[in-house]
């Protein structure tokens, strides 16, 4: 068994590649149909998310990923009908433990455009789910994607890798939870509509954040957007009267002066009994007086300030990263040492059967010439062929265990061997 | 016993530097290990001034080396007790070398052993009621101090984190201290426990002082510091309470409360008076 893959990501090519080689996500279980032919192809799993497009698969076939690659490129090139050309220009393919590699490097963001960002995992792991139901996954790819998952769950614990925003509506959520602690039981105001600030707030929320105000000058609008992110729309006329209840307030408007004073901010304190108030202004310019920051308990940040955390998050991602990548070759190595221990049984225990079916069919041609033979005696002759086939393979098993330079040497030798003859087996069959 | 001591000063120092390790490389480790440790070295050292105790016959804390030991046991305790709340990894590596310390003092103050003070001879042998209140008031005024400790620690926490924050620059502590509400919310709580345990404590010493000698009040240095000190975190309570203080203010007055908690304990010895043990 081996592994192989074909992918295109967002290092090799342009996104107007990458969109005619996505996989719609209503057709990937057909798709996984048509990839897995059983023959060449035993088993797969299809990545495609907005980034990348991976399509992973194993091959029965030891010695034929060569083939198997190009099985691969084949099944992109029919299914998209895309030419050959733009694919090999544009997709990279990997076999065996690069392969191992290249998967585990992806399901933990190491591969990300921003590295270390999370959504890459579950999006694997939705993948690999949808095999699962087109049941197009075995042995071989189930073991390997949780192993994926194990080491992408190992960065992440062990790395410092996921633990910075390095986008600026992330920041934002660091920020709150650097005041807060925790934001379960916070409310936040967002005023205006900016798509960054509003990324923000669905953030905040998605963190734990418990309510949202929405201001607007146009209350029709602010009706809109509250009934998109199921919050409360709050008329302009009402803002300084709402303020104190806002813990986090995301300010993102077209206004050309500041909105927000440090006297209303001073009295929302007031209000607050000194609770403090996180403002976050992404507006240029700005909308929110600066020296709202001299104020006790009020803080406040625009949009060079997450902008620079961002940046120095980013800096900091790249160092926790070669940390991730030896992380990752210890898992491939320990993951390539199983798959060949795994290879060992099978081998092994092929070898067995083997000589096993020779005995008892060699039994069963000198059957009529023994004559009735009692129960008691036809145990001891099971019992004695057992034996000598026992004693027979056991010197070579060991030797086959035992043999660990020579081990890959050896294995693909009695592989082929029995490979072959299975084939042999086949044809006199057919 | 000071071969029990000795573990626990072990035990407490293999603690403090595991504490200061997750706090330095931002591990993300459960702290089950610490506490393991830590739980250890307080059974140790419990067992310590049990031993203590019963060997001696009367409560076990009458000179400076076995406050050192027992306020160390109390702060470990108060640790102990709020870890099942807080997970904060920033606090044990700032607790747990104060600890080390303390029981390092104790272990190296001489022992001044036998005679005991006058006024503690009295205290110990007179009549039942100053043996009860003695202890007690000992105790309680000993977990003040761990509480105010606790407190302190807190407030320098906010303030660092709120210079981060204010200043915009988001350094090593930044990412490593606990979130502004986390660091008031801790401290304001053990405030709250530390002034509870003083009042009771300053009222103890009272009844204590009119028990031995008929006067309740003497003037003492230490007596007067502890007044101070009580009016302080007063002060800080009924603003808290009232006026809604909270963040860089308290933060500020706590260390201020602490400043003076140091003196009533340490200083008050330089200045003289009867209350000189502990």
Redesign the interface.
């Known amino acids: 068994m081996s592994i192989v893959l074909v992918g295109v990501s967002h290092k090799t090519a342009p996104v107007e590649i990458r969109e005619r080689l996505a996989f719609a996500e209503s057709r990937i279980c057909d798709a996984l149909h048509q990839l897995v032919d059983r023959e060449l192809i035993s088993e797969g799993v299809i990545v495609s998310t907005c980034n990348r497009v991976e399509v992973i698969a194993a091959t029965p076939k030891q010695h034929e990923t060569e083939a198997a690659i190009s099985h691969l490129y084949d099944f992109i090139h029919r299914y998209h009908s895309c030419d050959a050309a733009t694919l090999n220009k544009h997709c990279y393919h990997r076999s065996e433990t690069a392969a191992v590699k290249h998967i585990f490097r992806v399901t933990s963001s190491l591969d990300s455009m921003v590295v270390g960002e999370p959504q890459i995992t579950g999006q694997v792991k939705e993948a690999f789910q949808r095999a699962q139901e087109a049941e197009s996954v075995g042995h071989l790819l189930t073991r390997l994607m949780n192993r994926a998952f194990a080491v992408a769950k190992r960065v992440r614990?062990e790395t410092?890798i996921g633990?910075?925003a390095v986008s600026i509506s992330f920041v934002a959520v660091e920020?709150a939870?650097?005041?807060?602690?925790?934001l379960q039981g916070t409310t936040v105001m967002l005023v205006g509509a900016g798509e960054m600030a509003e990324l923000a707030a669905k953030h905040l929320l998605n963190y734990g954040a418990s309510r949202i105000l929405i201001v607007n000058r146009t209350y029709e609008k602010a009706v809109a957007l509250a009934q998109e992110m199921k919050g409360e729309p709050v008329r302009f006329e009402d803002f300084n009267k709402r303020l104190p209840e806002a813990d986090i307030v995301i300010c993102s408007t077209g206004a050309t002066n500041y909105l927000i004073s440090p006297d209303q901010v001073r009295r929302a304190l007031e209000t607050?009994?000194?609770?403090?108030i996180l403002l976050v202004d992404i507006s240029v310019p700005r909308n929110i007086d600066p020296a709202i920051?001299d104020l006790?308990?009020a803080?406040v940040?625009d949009v060079d300030?997450l902008q620079?955390?961002a940046e120095?998050n980013r800096s900091e991602r790249e160092r926790e990263a070669l940390r991730a990548e030896a992380i990752i070759e210890m898992e491939v190595e320990r993951f390539a040492a199983a798959m060949a221990e795994g290879d060992l049984n099978a081998v092994i225990g092929a070898f067995r059967r083997e000589v096993s079916a020779l005995a008892f069919t060699e039994l069963e041609r000198s059957r009529k010439r023994l004559g009735n033979l009692s129960d008691d005696q036809e145990d001891a002759l099971r019992v004695m062929l057992n034996a000598i086939v026992n004693k027979l393979t056991h010197p070579v098993i060991k030797q086959l265990r035992e043999s660990e330079d020579g081990h890959s040497l050896y294995l693909a030798a009695w592989r082929d061997l029995y490979h072959k003859k299975g084939e042999k087996d086949e044809k006199d069959e057919g | 016993m000071t071969i029990l001591l000795m573990i626990a000063l072990l035990l407490y120092l293999a603690g403090a530097f595991y504490s200061i390790i997750i706090f330095a490389t931002?591990s993300?480790r459960p702290g089950r290990e610490l506490i393991a440790l830590i739980g250890a070295g307080f059974s140790a050292h419990t067992a310590a001034i049990v031993i203590d105790w019963s060997y001696l016959g009367y409560y076990p804390i009458v000179n400076p080396k076995d406050v050192s030991s027992f306020i160390a046991w109390a702060i470990v305790l108060y640790y102990l007790v709020m870890s099942s709340r807080y997970h904060v990894r920033a606090l044990p590596a700032f607790i747990l070398p104060l600890v080390f310390v303390f029981t390092l003092i104790s272990l190296l103050l001489p022992d001044p052993g036998l005679p005991l003070p006058l006024v503690l001879e009295g205290a110990i042998s007179t009549n039942t009621i100053t043996q009860v209140i003695f202890p007690v008031h000992v105790t309680l005024v000993i977990f003040s101090y761990a509480a105010f400790i606790v407190t302190f620690i807190s407030g320098i926490m906010y303030l660092v984190?709120e210079r981060e924050?204010?200043a915009?620059h988001?350094g090593a502590a930044?990412?490593r201290l606990?979130?502004?509400?986390?660091c008031d919310e801790i401290g304001y709580r053990s405030l709250s426990i530390g002034f509870a345990l003083l009042t009771l404590g300053v009222v103890t010493g009272i009844v204590w002082n009119n028990q031995r000698d008929g006067r309740y009040w003497h003037n003492d240095p230490k007596e007067v510091m502890a007044l101070v000190t009580w009016f302080i975190y007063l002060f800080i309570m009924h603003y808290r309470l009232t006026?809604?203080?909270?963040?860089?203010?308290v933060a500020l007055l706590s260390i201020v409360g602490f400043v003076v908690v140091l003196l009533t304990w340490l200083g008050a010895r330089a200045l003289g008076g009867y209350h000189v043990f502990g």
Not at chain 1, 177 to 182: G, L, M, P, Q, R
Not at chain 1, 272 to 276: I, S
Not at chain 2, 178 to 182: E, G, I, Q
Request: glycine share 8%.
């Open positions: 614990n410092g633990s910075s920020l939870k650097k005041v807060f602690e925790n607050r009994r000194n609770h403090p920051g006790d308990n803080f940040f300030d620079s955390i120095a | 931002k993300d984190q924050l204010k915009k988001f930044f990412q606990p979130a502004l509400n986390t006026a809604g203080w909270r963040g860089r203010r």
